[in-house]
């Protein structure tokens, strides 16, 4: 059995959406009324392109061609706020995402957080994240992320081995990762989080370790742990590069007690996320619902959730067709239009909540599933009881986190399905499995016709 079959950090993926004909923003805005919502701002740009990318991200382009994809971004923010702001839309997260936000000068930097701050509200509260690269980590740019009150930011080391580096085309060296993390440790936000990555041919578990157990030593907040992928037009792929899911898998059961044994609470496959005795980071992770969060996306290549409606500019990976959509992203003055996206059937809804929920510590509460679908988890989903069968699922108790006025507190126990450990290192096998046959058959269509071309191009390639 292979286990890495697809990363599930959404449902539908973005390769199933399609051209929406007629779908007018205006007609979903309310559903962005009151607060807790999250914005996103895409910035597509990285110094290289990492051999196992598949991401929306070009390289090569100048401080010219990032201010004028800032000037679409704002012409979009503005036309956004404007529709908002008979709402009272307020967000309680707002995070910066990429490619590499951290390219930008720190001039383009301030313009960003200025521009966001004037279309849209932003909680008192709000996270505020942002994902940065070692080779573009500077003191100064670091500086002005604290003074505009971002509390997480999650840098992608992916190793601390120059060989493991060179393998992944990553651009990047060990030194100065170490020399990055330690100014960002230095420079005192809530959450540092790292990314790291295992099944790379040549790795060991040992080096795996070294790498891990460095990071540890820095003392960040949480350590991502991703299997490597190679698909979708990503670099390796060209170069016949497989990852061997076997030893891959040995590593992430190795890898992941050595972090349960030093001190990190398991959130998910990837998750690893420090206990903090007397902070607010407590033994167990509590429930909150993310199913039906609505997020709203900026700029090229993010997506946005609003109700049934999910969208995004095409999906795409290559140079070529991430440059051909960002292009396209800059001649456009009106961004109300929904071009294309997917609207989920309620069936979708249901999958997409499962999906969510079952991937994520704590899991599933039938009881709110039932209350929110009006029918049993159990029926809709008989793979279910399988795996409690196969020891891949439990009961357990759990604590349901509701939301005031003030903020999230901790509610009522409920009774969740939980992935047990042997379940979670399975997470990769098992979501896939509540995929429905029409979204998969989109997937495997969009691979058929794009793979390796990576993407649409706007104008060139509309065939699905
Ligand atoms: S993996 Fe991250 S840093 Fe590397 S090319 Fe993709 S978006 Fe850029």
Redesign the pocket.
Known sequence: MNPYVQYMYSYPHKTAYRPLEGVDLQEYVELLAGKSHGLYLHVPF?Q???GY?N?F?VTGQSGEDMERYLDAVERQSRQYGKLLKPYGSEFSEFTIG???PLLLSEKQLGRMFALVKDCFVLEERAEIGIET?PNQTNRGKLELLKREGVSRVSM?IQSFSDEELRTLRRGHRAKRAREALQMLMSVGFSCVNVDFIYGIPGQTVDSLQVSLKEAAGFGVDEIFLYPLYVKHGAGLVREGVVPDPEYAYLQYREMSEYLRSEGFRQDSMRRFVRVKRNGRQGGKRPFSECGFGTSLALGCGGRSYMGSLHFCTPYAVTQETCLAQIRDFETRDDFLQVSHGMLLSEEEMRRRYVIRHLLIRPGIAPGRYEALFHSSVWEDFPALRDWMSAGWLEESAGIVQEQHEEGWTNGKPECFLTLTEEGMGLSDYLGPMLVSEAVWGKMKEWEAVYEPGGGFIPGKSEKL
């Open positions: 990285c290289g392109k990492c990318c991401l991200s990429g490619g590499t690269a992608g």
